[in-house]
């Protein structure tokens, strides 16, 4: 990670010197036609990640932030991160990510969806871990955020006062219908690690989403008996929903990150201040509180990213 700070201070400090020397010599010269051009803030940016309550509210800080800095932001939002990461990088920039996710994204895609994945407890410490698969990738985690966001499976309160049910590992040997997001079949750290790790026989997985009204539906019906979500849902209570414990931890650490082309942040190193001051601002529990707002509340994910960001002084 020295690697990227070293790079973005050089890339800033040949801008100052370049802004300070045009007086004296910029009219005169050329640039080689190969040369790297100078990096630059403002422009277009390709915003993309999934569409999901939070990943929605998070991609709006993202946009407001940096239009604010005068950059011409478009963002779409998608059902997966496999769909999106077909071109990341290439036509997208700026994705707002968990490291967990991304890190074991990559993993998965050079050795197939049932590689072991990257678990480390420390979001750090998996960034690390998967610094050789983001390099060759083309992208860039800045610092991780203190705010975390795992997978989390979810039943009805009734179902678990019935069943004397209050962690995954309860489930197993029991037959359940999975209520959850399109790619969720098969990944260690979903329906492929709850048959594997918990011995929880999954007999479908309903592609509903991800933590969206059908999931929940589906589970409240009785359709699925198990969902999935996020720790940062608000909505549970109020609905009569309750988070199974993950007692087997196969949940990798999910710390959000900002993950960008690396190409385009050698271009636009004030992207790094930026975003990362986001990321300090954010925690666990302000996320759970702004969650609710979107997914309770039903104020709208542009507004509530924006009063959060002109309270912590970021607009």
Do not use: W
């Not at 871990?129 to 975390?148: H, M, R």
């Not at 690396?262 to 601002?281: K, N, R, S, W």
């Not at 707002?293 to 507004?303: G, W």
């Amino acid at each position: 990670m020295q690697v990227r700070r070293t790079l973005a201070a050089a890339l800033a400090a040949g801008s100052l010197l370049l802004a300070g020397c045009a007086g004296d010599d910029l009219d005169d010269t050329t640039a080689d036609d190969d040369s790297t051009p100078a990096a630059t803030a403002g422009g277009p940016v390709s915003i993309s990640g999934q569409n999901f309550p939070e990943a929605t509210l998070v991609a709006s800080m993202y946009e407001q932030l940096l239009a604010d800095a005068g950059y011409e932001p478009t963002v779409r939002l998608v059902d997966s991160r496999s769909v999106y990461i077909e071109t990341f990088p290439g036509d997208i920039d700026v994705v707002p990510e968990y490291v967990g996710g991304i890190v074991n994204e990559l993993n998965a895609r050079k050795l197939g969806d049932r590689a072991e994945p990257f678990t480390a407890g420390d979001g750090e410490e998996l960034a690390e871990q998967g610094e050789d698969l983001l390099d060759a990738a083309g992208i860039t985690l800045l610092d991780v955020s203190e705010a975390t966001d795992t997978n989390a499976f979810f039943v009805t309160q009734e179902y678990a006062d019935e069943n004397g049910v209050s962690k995954l590992s309860d489930l197993e040997g029991e037959s359940v219908v999975l209520a959850a997001a399109p790619d969720c079949e098969g990944r260690l750290d979903c329906e492929g690690g709850l048959v594997d790790e918990y011995g929880i026989d999954v007999t479908k997985v309903l592609p509903l989403g991800f933590a969206s009204d059908q999931t929940y539906q589906s589970v409240l019906d009785g359709e699925s008996q198990l969902g999935l979500t996020s720790t940062t849902d608000g909505t549970l209570e109020s609905q009569g929903l309750v988070v199974l414990e993950d007692d087997k931890q196969i949940q990798p650490a999910q710390n959000l990150v900002p993950a960008v082309a690396t190409d385009f942040l050698e271009q636009h190193p004030d992207v790094e201040d930026l975003l990362e001051g986001l990321m300090d601002a954010l925690t666990t529990e302000n996320l759970t509180e702004l969650n609710g707002r979107v997914a309770v509340d039903r104020e709208k994910p542009e507004d509530v990213a924006r009063d959060f960001l002109e309270q912590e002084g970021l607009l």
